[in-house]
């Protein structure tokens, strides 16, 4: 999920490293307990006397995991999966569960560090941030970063150190 201690270069030093806010786990969540619920209702409701019991709970069964595996786990490891990470010299961003895909942008090149949060994600403590840079990609909108104020702060104050020729302030 995060850069490695090893991947870091010299003098180079990790500042904040966070997945994905919570809210993204909201509805999974609520899926996990409705299928577990319907999985349950659905067994409770099978006849025992019934000649295809035995077939159906085991078809209930598995369409209860197919269920859970895609509206609930995989879901999960996205999140988990997901990793972003603000060094002194870099901000990373880290996805994938089977393919890693990273892209690291170096502060020296962030020319624009801004946030959006609607009502409920100034409730949560999230947001949207927006880092402009001067490279190919130009702008990366990252969704739902949470404590994107302290982030944000972070940020540019590692672009003005950056700008400046200091780092970690000195």
């Known amino acids: 999920m995060t850069l490695p201690d090893h991947r870091l270069t010299q003098g180079e030093r990790r500042v904040r490293s966070f997945n994905p806010h919570w809210k993204r786990l909201v509805v999974p969540f609520i899926a996990l307990v409705l ?18 019991a035995f077939h159906a709970r085991i078809a209930a069964g598995v369409i209860c995991l197919a269920l859970l595996m895609i509206w609930s ?48 994600e100034r409730l949560l403590g999230c947001g949207t941030l927006t880092v402009e840079s001067a490279s190919d990609r130009g702008e990366i909108v990252l969704r739902d970063i949470p404590r994107i104020q302290d982030v944000r702060t972070e940020l540019f104050r590692l672009v003005e150190d950056a700008a400046d020729g200091e780092i970690d302030g000195r």
Do not use: C, M
């Not at 299928?35 to 295809?52: K, N, R, S």
């Not at 996205?78 to 990373?92: D, E, I, M, P």
């Not at 996805?95 to 020319?111: F, M, Q, R, W, Y």
């Open 35 to 52: 299928i577990a619920a319907a999985g349950g209702a659905a067994l409770y409701f099978i006849p025992a006397d019934w000649e295809f």
């Open 73 to 120: 786990f995989v879901p999960y490891l996205q999140w988990k999966n997901t990793g972003y990470v603000l060094t002194t010299h870099r901000f990373s961003i880290s996805t994938g569960v089977l393919n890693k895909s990273t892209d690291e942008i170096p502060i020296a090149k962030v020319n624009t560090v801004s946030s959006d949060q609607t009502f409920p």
